[in-house]
């Protein structure tokens, strides 16, 4: 099992930036990847970005590339969304979500196999 729970969501003017959080627990060590994943009303929930645990290599949308850094930090088992720039398109729930096996495409919602509950960024014009 493993648990993730986001944090940082907000409101904030076009133009600005937030950080989210994402903290994990439980089997960490056994997740391939990690990645966020948004979802606005009316819409499916979209691949933003994917960091590795072990290697860092980092996956990004190309609606959020230039824009938006993925990291992690090992020793606090977490992983961070820094958005800068922010857009009203990016006005959605964000989820964190855990990839456990290699081999599985990381765009895909479905690959992941546990979810955090997700955190509200809300981008005003």
């Known amino acids: 099992q493993v648990q993730l729970v986001e944090s940082g969501g907000g409101l904030v003017q076009a133009g600005g930036s937030l950080r989210l959080s994402c903290a994990t627990s439980g089997r960490t060590f056994s997740s391939y990847a990690v990645g966020w994943f948004r979802q606005a009303p009316g819409k499916e929930r979209e691949f933003v970005s994917t960091?590795?645990?072990?290697?860092?290599?980092?996956y990004y949308a190309d609606s959020v590339k230039g824009r938006f850094t993925i990291s992690r930090d090992g020793a606090k088992a977490t992983v961070y969304l820094q958005m800068n720039s922010l857009k009203p398109e990016d006005t959605a729930v964000y989820y964190c979500a855990a990839l456990l096996g290699r081999g599985r495409p990381i765009f895909v919602p479905d690959s992941y196999n546990y979810w955090g509950q997700g955190t509200q960024v809300t981008v005003s014009s």
């Open positions: 960091i590795t645990w072990t290697t860092g290599s980092t």
